[in-house]
């Protein structure tokens, strides 16, 4: 427990911790497929100092939206080191993306028209989003069984070889790109293995020559005991090369969580303690707003600076009004009392940036480095809100 003079709730970025998460991936792509780039999932934590030390580290920004693309263009990015995906480009953007020679994934038919429409030139690489059939899959790995996927042109129903007709009647028989990211429950080496085997199919299906072959992210990073860069890598490139050339095809992978996700803590202190017929109570100046953007976890990693005896069970509550702000149930640690810390571990994923000022403003965010502590986001006062809601 250290930096006990800032004032809690604040995140803390270990950039240790992000350097190595970083290095992990790098290492693995250098040693197995050197012909390989990263592309940061900016939504997972689109923190601007964030993406400001992912282009400093030569790590592209993968955004979904216009403003995410603003976003990164703000943050330092130039245009060519943007991989832009997503079904909902403007035609503004799209273009933007084009000329700025951006590794682009078509991913709807509103796009498909617009390059039919009007030709742009294309100076850098494009490619399709392919949606994947769930099937290939263990459903305990990947959900969406019955009703499948959203993402993508789908190869079952002929959509994606239209998609593919299409784009090449505009432009001849250009080395499309292929991106495969799906959503995984378990982030087990059998999906990305399973992915690789859907890819080299629609390869040879197709007669491609790929300019790359996009894997997504939705890995594991800095977690002990789960799956490591270089297996994941591996096991891509074992099923990969039965169809590519590791020279000629690029292989991107979009890490998120497996970049961010290990290296934030969020540092909160005890507010109250009540006892009611039923159970402690514990109120804290945290919330599962800032670490459960879904409201589906009910434990954390955690540490406590509290010294008292063990207590058979408290209830950690965040500081909001809704009666389900229980960030999770303790039993047998240290009694908390008032101004005691919980810190909790490893919760960088959809949390700094996702939500809005519900009852209090974001906290303020620091970055721990070799040199020292850096405040890197200040806490919005209310005046600034108001200014913001009434402009």
């Given amino acids: 427990m250290t930096n006990d003079y800032l004032q809690t709730p604040y995140f803390l970025i270990k950039q240790g911790l992000l350097e190595q998460n970083i290095a992990g991936f790098r290492n693995a792509l250098d040693e197995l497929w050197p012909n390989s780039l990263i592309a940061y999932s900016v ?6 100092w964030i993406l400001q030390w992912m282009d400093r580290h030569n790590v592209y920004a993968e955004v979904v939206s216009d403003e995410e693309y603003q976003l990164a263009e703000l943050s330092g990015y130039s245009t060519g080191h943007i991989v832009f995906n997503g ?4 035609d503004k953007y799209l273009r933007k993306a084009i000329d700025g020679k951006s590794i682009i994934n078509i991913d709807s038919e509103h796009e498909l028209k617009y390059l039919e429409d009007n030709k742009p030139l294309i100076s850098g690489l494009i490619g399709v989003r392919i949606n994947v059939n769930p099937s290939i899959f263990n459903p305990d790995d990947v959900g969406y069984q019955e009703d499948g996927f959203r993402f ?42 399973a992915i690789a085997k859907f890819a080299c199919k629609i390869i040879n299906k197709y007669s491609l020559h790929p300019a790359y072959v996009d894997m997504g992210g939705g890995f594991f990073g800095g977690v002990p005991g789960k799956t490591t860069p270089d297996e994941y890598i591996k096991a891509i490139k074992d099923e990969l090369t039965k169809s590519v050339d590791v020279s000629n095809t690029i292989l991107i992978i979009e890490p998120g969580s497996a970049a961010i996700g290990s290296s934030i803590e969020l540092h909160t202190s005890v507010l109250d303690i009540k006892d009611t017929a039923h159970s402690r109570i514990v109120t804290t100046d945290g919330s599962r ?32 009004c809704m009666d ?42 620091y970055v721990e480095m070799e040199t020292g502590v850096e405040m890197v986001r200040r806490q919005m006062t209310v005046e600034e809100y108001y200014r913001i809601e009434t402009t």
């Avoid at 939504?43 to 601007?48: A, I, M, R």
């Avoid at 079904?87 to 403007?90: F, G, L, N, R, T």
């Fill in 43 to 48: 939504k997972t934590n689109s923190l601007p």
């Fill in 87 to 90: 079904p909902i480009k403007s």
């Fill in 289 to 320: 707003i800032h670490i459960d953007p879904l409201w589906l976890k009910n434990r954390y990693m955690f540490t406590t600076d509290a010294k008292k005896p063990a207590y058979e069970r408290q209830i950690i509550c965040g500081y909001t």
């Fill in 324 to 365: 389900h702000d229980r960030l999770m149930v303790i039993d047998n640690i240290p009694e908390l009392s008032v101004g005691d810390k919980i810190v909790y571990h490893r919760v960088g994923n959809y949390t700094v940036t996702f939500g809005g000022p519900f009852i209090k403003p974001y906290p303020s965010v």
């Fill in 152 to 193: 993508g042109f789908s190869d079952e129903n002929g959509e994606l070889g239209k998609a593919i007709a299409r784009i090449k009647a505009i432009y001849g028989n250009i080395p499309l790109g292929l991106h495969m990211h799906v959503n995984s429950v378990t982030r087990a080496l059998e999906v990305y293995q």
